[in-house]
């Protein structure tokens, strides 16, 4: 999420069909709260469809440094030219 504007335009200039993301935050602090999902999704034109599951719940400690802070969620994700039929995901506490 560090550099998700770089991520979006290599994955629009590659022409995937199908893009296989890990590590995905969404609204944690080290991310400046974004949901990095819709922000890559949203500048990908040839990608139509998308989900997003979380792996676990990130926790915000002082103890973690600005560059690691939590307060949000941490997942993967998949941006597809297809239609998703299904799809589903297990929270990790």
């Known amino acids: 999420g560090y550099n998700y504007l770089e991520q979006a335009q290599f994955?629009?200039?590659?022409?995937f069909e199908i893009a296989l993301l890990?590590?995905?935050d969404?609204?944690?602090?080290?991310?400046?709260?974004l949901n990095i999902f819709e922000e890559i999704a949203?500048?990908?034109?040839?990608?139509?469809f998308g989900v997003w599951g979380?792996?676990?719940?990130?926790?915000?400690?002082?103890?973690?440094?600005?560059?690691?802070?939590?307060?949000?969620?941490?997942?993967?994700?998949i941006l597809s030219s297809y239609p998703i039929i299904d799809?589903?995901?297990?929270v990790l506490k």
């Open 54 to 77: 979380c792996e676990f719940e990130e926790i915000d400690s002082e103890k973690r440094g600005k560059h690691l802070a939590g307060g949000g969620y941490h997942g993967n994700a």
């Open 11 to 15: 994955i629009s200039e590659q022409h």
């Open 22 to 24: 890990q590590e995905v």
């Open 26 to 33: 969404v609204g944690n602090k080290r991310t400046h709260q």
């Open 42 to 48: 949203e500048r990908v034109p040839h990608i139509n």
């Open 87 to 90: 799809h589903g995901s297990i």
